[in-house]
């Protein structure tokens, strides 16, 4: 079943000078069609001001589509009156961990959001509990945010959205501000999330690396999608992704170059392994020749 | 270490008055403050002064942080103390030059005095005691009649609440802007008040940009978690009255009652 | 131009019977050409030893020396040295203040107290050296994107002329294109300008491709002052401070463990590449 279905989806924005005239009208969104499927990994790439999360936001309904349509778990974001009522089916963690922690004390932040869909006390205890625990933050529960590294931030942020029960968790540069410590903790707590409870994630990045262990890669470059597919397929199109401002991961692009150079390799390898393997076949047909 | 800094300033311990619900506490400030205008006389400032002691050895708050308080009103202290001391007209005790003491003017610089310590130390207990997020959620129990008349009490909470978690954030980042405008050769040390107001606008400029893009963000973040206004809202910790509280109730209430009782027979 | 720290140390509280050390007892020297880089994992000390270099904190213990002068004696003018070591902050634009790129830029050399003209033919340089084109002039420095921003703020720096740039992390948050703009500039400041810098970062990737030189610290110590192929030598113990060596050196460690006799000093894709072609054979 798709969780989130995009249909010819357009956002407009208009610009405006010094005397509120408009000037411009800037397509952030030019006819984008996508559903994802639940359960499903899925990685958005694409340089500053491609578009991605402004993607994002309408899909929790923090934006309203200018043309188009978007349906989260079947419902209309136009139509939808309680538009609240429909974001807690996703979450949405932001880049900055300090500007989405609203409360002083840890599970006081984690409760906001239940606070706000009225659930009641008991269950509230239950669910930032079981929350906090998830994301391996229940020691931390008493404690101001203020004194957390960035990576426990966001997963303060992240078990704030599980104690929603959302079926989605939408990400947008969650990574961007934390160092590589703190990265590799959010990343695998999403993973672990999407793994064992099968919440659909959603992961808009810049990194690469992060983008290798999703079930699907999208690109998107100039408010289009421009790519869409495994990661093998996404990342073995290494020019077309240095044209949208993107890389690949090192030991794809090493990869790449020698088969450039005419080593025998197939497209798109994405670890270590993958590569070394593939050399030692390399060196045992040409031992053979 | 900046972020460290807490606003107000709470001790932070276990004590009958620390679990006591912010609203009995609130109450206490207020009868407290109400019995100190009620009282006159000897007997009655020490009635006051006695349950002072018993509320503060109950807190487990050191002396010396109550005492803190009035350091700050030092300067209004003596000037009432001394403005009474020579104006209050009555019978001359003792007279030098213009000026002249009176008995009258005695007796009301005292009691001038130890009202206002009492006041000070008084209200100290509750902030001490008190977590700002409990006194927040206090208050805006506390003033829920006030919505009849339209006063968005939950928003103003809510107001106060973030404000207290971002208070830090900005002085950090006060530091963070000032250093960068150092090095690039800003001086915001020397030179007179002009100069030095000058010399304001490139720190609060980047300021004023940065809490509007956090405000912000924030407001996003709460939209995406689902914040519609305080209707319908739950709490992970409603205020609840216990039985501790229920007392302290009734002592409060014995203790205004006695106040008055004193008041009225005692000259 | 010779920046020395010498047994520096900063604690919070130096006169406690155990202090707490930020920095402890670091030694090291930048010199005129240098391209080095500081790297640790959060907390190591970083961004306390790089306010050290130009004098916004003064260390607990040990000396700063410009050229051989204390910074911190009495009379020493600490404002000429910052202009001669500039510091470029994490996430610079958000010091921006002014209406405009180019007053903004002005704003250091304005306060070193130069005439309008002088400011301006420095900011403009300063703008051509960061890659702005002379229409971002009479921008206001909030419309622009955040790479954009990032250029305008360390053009404010550059317009002081330094002899040595400090850079906490100048890519973070930027899209990889935009990442490898700025270390470009960077790169091209060393080379044709010849100034020292010092660039703070995470990305070991980048700092393989860059750095001559590594400055490694752990928990405030100075752990490690070599040349990156040195440093990344030592992958396992950069790995337990919460570091790791770029994806490349894995790769050609992965690849000898299988006999393939490539060199375990391959840092880039592109030194990889030619080792494993001539491995090959081809």
Known sequence: ?289 | MIRDITIGQYYDTDSVIHRLDPRVKLAFTLIYIVSLFVGHGPWCYAFAFAFLVFVIVLSRVPVKFMVKGLRAMLVILIISALFNLFLVQGEVIFSWWIFRITREGVRMAVMMVVRLVFLVIGSSIMTLTTTPNDLTDGLERSLRFLRVIKVPVHEIAMMMSIALRFIPILIEEVNKIMKAQIARGADFDTGGIIKKAKAMIPLLIPLFVSAFRRASDLALAMEARCYHGGDGRTKLHPLKYGRTDIIAYIILLLYLGGMITMAVLLP | MELTLKNVSYSYNPDAPEPVYAVRDVSLTIRSGDFAALIGHTGSGKSTLIQFMNGLLKPTEGQVLFNGEDIFEKKYPLKTLRQKVGLVFQYPEHQLFEETVLKDICFGPKNMGLSKEEQEERARHAMKLVGLAESYEDKSPFELSGGEKRRVAIAGVLAMKPECLILDEPTAGLDPAGRDDILGTVRALSDEEGIAVVLVSHSMEDVAVYAERLFVMKKGELLYDDTPKAVFRHYKELEQIGLSAPQVTYIAHALREKGFDVSEDAMTVAELKQEILRVLGK
């Not at chain 1, 069609?33 to 990994?41: A, H, N, Q, V």
């Not at chain 1, 974001?77 to 996703?90: G, I, S």
Request: proline share 4%; charged share 30%.
């Open chain 1, 1 to 289: 079943m798709n969780i989130i279905e995009i249909l010819h989806l357009i956002h407009e924005f208009k610009e405006y000078d010094e005397n509120e005239t408009e000037i411009d009208t800037v397509r952030a969104l030019d006819d984008v069609t996508l559903s994802i499927e639940e359960g499903s990994f899925v990685t958005i790439l694409g340089h500053n001001g491609s578009g991605k999360s402004t993607l994002a936001k309408h899909v929790n309904a923090l934006l309203l589509p200018t043309g188009g349509t978007v349906l989260l778990c079947g419902e209309d974001t136009l139509k939808t009156k309680e538009l609240w009522q429909l974001r807690k089916n996703a979450g949405m963690v932001f880049q900055n961990p300090d500007n989405q922690i609203i409360a002083g004390i840890v599970e006081e932040d984690v409760a906001f959001g239940p606070e706000n869909l009225g659930v009641p006390t008991a269950e509230l205890e239950k669910r930032v509990e079981n929350a906090l625990e998830r994301v391996g933050m229940a020691a931390f529960r008493m404690n101001s945010p203020n004194r957390l590294s960035g990576g426990q931030k966001q997963r303060i942020a992240i078990a704030g959205m599980l104690a929603m029960k959302p079926k989605c968790i939408l990400m947008d540069e969650p990574t961007a501000m934390l160092d590589p410590v703190g990265r590799r903790e959010v990343i695998e707590t999403v993973h672990e999330l999407n793994r064992q409870e099968g919440i659909t994630i959603v992961l808009i990045t810049h990194y690469m690396e992060e983008a290798v262990d999703a079930d699907r890669v999208i690109v998107m470059d100039g408010g289009k999608l421009v790519m869409d597919g495994t990661p093998r397929e996404v990342f073995s199109r290494v020019e077309e992704l240095r044209e949208c401002r993107m890389t690949v991961p090192q030991v794809t692009e090493l990869s790449w170059e020698l088969k450039k150079e005419g080593v025998d390799l197939p497209d798109g390898i994405l670890t270590i392994g993958e590569l070394v393997e593939e050399l030692e076949k390399v060196r045992r047909s040409s031992v053979w020749n």
